[in-house]
Structure formats: structure tokens, C-alpha cells
């Protein structure tokens, strides 16, 4: 089978209409030193079969865990969820364009919507966002029209990557972004200093990206009162455990909801959280289903407050990205609903006592960088190639490793890792 | 098409009414704009105590169908809102004039008033269209 579309005789004739002589021609004005000027250097081509075998081999060569996190974490995910997430009934990217069609897809992001409001402890949540990093920045600018204020104040602690999409999100619409330093402890210092009768909001990360548990209360009284919102980047495994964010007071949660039933894959797609107070709905980013009743009285599901939406409300539109990630929104459904209110915090306990496990072998040793107590990541000092080397992010923590940690992170792994950082 | 336009009224071009009585002006909008917008569900007004210029936006309606912004047709200060609209939205299609309402200013430069279309120049604008 031949995989390129386009014969020789077509490419004649595409370059014969626009009126360029060769294909050479067409790319003149790619600079001569980025050129390729040799044929591609490729293996010949495998079979099948041989390239199964080749992948297979190549695979077996990863003797140990990663121990990557950083945002994507390996959970164990059900059979129940890959295999009903691949029905053809839902198998789509997004919500339908024709909604109230496809009833089953509606009825999931409306189940989807209602179990992260009790994740959260939010009112209101909708039918998702790209990622993490886009609810944040997304967060970030309903505090400024909510607030009519111009500056996002965010942890330093909060996520390296996303902070860089808030940023690129921010320069565009003329807001300005302060960050809150951490400390030596690697919690993120109390805002109180920080905030102004400008700032919208204050953004935090919980567990932050070191893994490190923030201490959050009486945080959004301060919050607050400087006429500032609170908004909470949560991982929602940990929610199995910790305070749900709508308990200690945050008015927009969001997070990255990959780890719920979705694998890590090459680092996405992603599943961006969502989630508010009720006196923020109409500020809210994307779609939203709600549940309503048809002519004869049935019940059915709908697309609804449709005119915080760009097709409606144009430029003042409430967000000008309205694409959700069904599939994922819909993994995610599955493992909440598989795993319940037990099995998730069964995860968490698994993940804190994984933590816990590494976290007491290597304190003798004088391997950590923090001391507070971390929820399934931990930094630590080494020279080995394991985990996240933080120094990419913060080159103020130079031979730092960010390991991560999950229920599916054996004893022997632990073990080996442990003695691995002995020598 | 209705073209109820009560002549004691003021009017912007932006289809809001403004009855002014001595420094306070009530604003809300017109017969025709709830015409256009179709079922009120929801009505965004401002707090007490905020300033606006004069056609600056102090809110948006959302009906049905779309949202509009909301326009103030003279400068102030907000000095009440109507809080009824929270629950029954409505109340602007049932009766714009009257329980519709929308704020209470107290007006700033009472010269902008008079910069206002008479009854007569609003329903010259509406019939236009």
C-alpha cells in the first residue's frame, strides 16, 4: 500500500497551476542552510509483523519504572473503561454538532459534569477543556472579567508549563501576571504581601508541582478579602484524600484530568477540569449540558446558557474556545463511576503511602530537597537519570530529580530505587 | 410591529428609555428592544455604587435567542438596581416601562439628558429599520 497520496503526474500539475517550474522552485524561499540535501536516511521496510516484533524488543529494553510525572501520571486504568470507551456510539473528540442527537453522549457530559461537582465541591462544571494549562489560563481571565481587574497573581510553584501558556494567554489580552515565590520548604509563601486592590485572583496548585501539600487554610479568606477570587489547580486523584477545593474556599477549580482513566500516552491528549460557584456560571469557558424536559414531558439533555458561547455572543463571547474532549470527559466518567467515592481513595491512600515509603528511606540519607509532606511526587537529589530532571523547569535546583509515584509503582521498584540511591 | 413610545420618555439610540426626575433617572429598555430580544431570561446589572460614563456598557440582557449589552444613557452613579429582575427576568417583556426596570442614576451632568432623542426622534430610528 502505497501511504503518500500524490503521483508525480499530480505534483506536475499542482505546480503547472500555481505557475512554479519545479518543486525546488516552490521552497526557494526556505534558506539553503536548513535544507535538507540528502535523501532521508530511513530503515527499508518492514512487514507487519516484523515491525510488531521490532516495537516489542524495543519496549522490553525499559528494565524499571520511570518514575515520570510532572502532570501525566500512569494509574492503573479498568478494562471496563477502554473497553466501553471504545463503543462507536461515543466514539467522538467532541461534544456532537448536532447535540441533542446523540442523547447518550449528552447524558455522559452531563454525568461527567455533576461528578466533578462533587469532586470539587463546585456547584457548576462544564463539558471540559483542552488541558490543564488552558482551564487555568482560562480560570485566570473569568477572575479578571469577574473582578474587572487586570493582575493574575500565580504560585511559582504552580505547574512551569502551565504557567507559560498563561502567560501567552495573558500578553494577548493586556493582563499582567505576578508570581508568588516558594519556599525553602517548597510550599508557596501566604499571598498576603502580594495581593493588591488590582489582583483578580490568586492561582495555586494543589499538590503543587513539587508534589508538596499546600497549606490552605484561612488562605481564601485572604483572599477574598482583598476582592480577589481563588482559584485551585487540583489533581483529581488526589481528591480521593485531600479537602475538596470547594471546602477550603476556592471559587474555580480546574486541573488536568488525564490520570482519570486516560493513559499517559505521549504526554496527551489531556482532560482540562473545569469547575465554579454557582454566581460564576454565566462566566464560565465552553459548553454546558444541562437537563431539561421535552414537549411530551420526557426526560432528555441539551446544550445549554448556549449565550456565553462565541457562535452566539460573537467577541464578548465568555471564552472564544467552546472544543471539549468528550472522549476523554467520557474515560473519565467511566473510572469515576467504576472506581466510586472507595476505590478513589484507595488510590490516593496507595499513592501517599508509596510516597511515604520513599520519603522515609531517603530522609536518612539526605536525598530530599523539601521537607514538607508530598502527596505521590517527590524532589530529590541525584546524579542518576530517574524521574523528572527539575532543573529544566528550575534551573535553580541543578541535579534534581522530580519523581512520581503512583498506586501502580511496585515495592520492588521502591526497593531498587532506593538502593539505586544508596551508593 | 409595536411601536409603543411613551412620549414623557428619553431615549437612546442604543434602545434604552431614561425618565428623569429631578438628579435620579430611571433606566430600562424600550418596548421595541424586548420586541427584538424576544423572552428575557436573564438580566446582568451592576452594583450600587458604580459609576458609568455616559454610553458605557452597565450590564447585558440575555434572552432566548442572544445577549445584548446594555447601554448607560446618561453618566452617574448607580443608586439601585432591580433586584425583581433576578427571579422574574420576565418582568422586562411583561412591562419594560413600568415593573422592567433596570437602574436608578444619579445623574452627573444633567446636560446629557437633554442630548437624548425625544419620543418622537426614537420612533423615527426604530421605523427606520
New interface residues.
Given amino acids: 500500500m502505497n501511504y503518500i497520496p500524490h503521483t508525480d503526474g499530480d505534483r506536475e500539475r499542482m505546480l503547472k497551476t500555481i505557475g512554479v517550474n519545479s518543486l525546488a522552485a516552490l521552497f526557494q524561499d526556505v534558506p539553503e542552510k536548513v535544507k535538507l540535501k540528502k535523501p532521508f536516511s530511513l530503515p527499508s521496510p518492514l512487514s507487519e509483523p516484523e515491525l510488531h516484533a521490532n516495537l516489542l524488543a524495543a519496549s522490553q529494553k525499559n528494565t524499571s519504572p520511570a518514575f515520570l510525572g510532572g502532570g501525566s501520571y500512569s494509574h492503573f486504568i479498568p478494562s471496563v473503561v477502554k473497553q466501553l470507551v471504545s463503543r462507536s456510539e461515543f466514539y467522538t473528540a467532541y461534544t456532537p454538532y448536532q447535540a441533542e442527537l446523540s442523547q447518550g453522549m449528552l447524558q455522559v457530559i452531563y454525568e461527567y459534569q455533576t461528578l466533578l461537582c462533587s469532586l470539587t465541591g463546585m456547584d457548576v462544571a462544564n463539558a471540559s477543556l483542552y488541558d490543564g494549562a488552558t482551564a487555568l489560563a482560562e480560570a485566570c481571565f473569568l477572575a479578571c472579567r469577574v473582578t474587572g481587574r487586570k493582575e493574575i497573581l500565580v504560585s511559582a510553584a504552580l505547574h512551569p508549563e502551565y504557567r507559560k501558556v498563561l502567560k501567552t494567554y495573558v500578553e494577548g489580552a493586556g493582563l499582567r501576571l505576578k508570581e508568588v515565590p516558594f519556599t525553602v520548604e517548597g510550599k508557596t509563601e501566604r499571598p498576603d504581601k502580594y495581593l493588591s486592590a488590582e489582583s483578580a485572583c490568586f492561582a495555586l496548585q494543589q499538590p503543587n508541582f513539587f508534589g508538596c501539600i499546600e497549606s490552605v487554610g484561612g488562605l481564601a479568606e485572604t483572599v477574598h478579602a482583598q476582592g480577589a477570587l481563588l482559584v485551585a489547580s487540583a489533581d483529581p486523584i488526589s481528591l480521593g484524600i485531600l479537602a475538596a477545593p470547594g471546602k477550603y474556599g476556592a471559587d474555580v477549580v480546574v486541573g488536568e484530568g488525564q490520570a482519570l482513566g486516560n493513559p499517559v500516552a505521549f504526554g496527551g491528549p489531556g482532560l482540562g477540569i473545569f469547575a465554579a460557584k454557582k454566581e460564576y456560571l454565566r462566566q464560565l469557558p465552553g459548553r454546558i449540558v444541562g437537563l431539561t424536559t421535552d414537549q411530551e414531558g420526557r426526560r432528555g439533555f441539551c446544550l445549554t446558557l448556549q449565550t456565553r458561547e462565541q457562535h452566539i455572543r460573537r467577541e464578548k463571547a465568555a471564552s472564544n474556545i467552546c472544543t471539549n474532549e468528550a472522549l476523554a470527559a467520557l474515560a473519565a466518567t467511566l473510572y469515576l463511576s467504576v472506581m466510586g467515592k472507595a476505590g478513589l481513595r484507595k488510590v490516593a491512600e496507595l499513592c501517599v503511602q508509596k510516597t511515604n515509603y520513599l520519603r522515609h528511606a531517603l530522609t536518612p540519607l539526605k536525598k530530599l530537597v523539601f521537607s514538607t509532606p508530598s502527596f505521590k511526587e517527590l524532589v530529590i537529589k541525584s546524579e542518576h537519570k530517574i524521574g523528572l530532571d527539575l532543573s529544566l523547569y528550575y534551573p535553580e535546583f541543578p541535579s534534581c530529580r522530580l519523581i512520581s509515584l503512583t498506586e501502580l509503582t511496585g515495592k520492588e521498584a521502591l526497593d531498587e530505587l532506593i538502593k539505586k540511591l544508596s551508593h | 410591529m409595536s411601536l409603543f413610545v411613551p412620549a414623557e420618555l428619553k431615549y437612546s439610540k442604543e434602545h434604552e428609555w431614561v425618565k428623569a426626575d429631578g438628579k435620579t433617572a430611571t433606566v430600562g429598555i424600550t418596548h421595541h428592544a424586548q420586541d427584538q430580544l424576544g423572552d428575557v431570561v436573564?438580566v446582568?446589572l451592576p452594583a450600587v455604587g458604580k459609576e458609568f460614563a455616559a454610553m458605557q456598557e452597565f450590564g447585558v440582557v440575555?434572552?432566548v435567542?442572544?445577549?445584548s449589552?446594555l447601554y448607560c444613557p446618561v453618566g452617574g452613579k448607580v443608586v439601585e438596581v432591580n433586584t425583581a429582575l433576578n427571579d422574574k427576568p420576565q418582568l422586562v417583556n411583561d412591562g419594560p416601562y413600568a415593573e422592567g426596570w433596570m437602574i436608578k442614576l444619579e445623574v452627573k451632568i444633567p446636560a446629557e439628558l437633554s442630548s437624548l432623542l425625544t419620543a418622537e426622534e426614537y420612533k423615527k430610528l426604530i421605523e427606520k429599520k
Avoid: A
Fill in positions: 436573564y446582568d440575555e434572552s435567542k442572544s445577549v449589552s
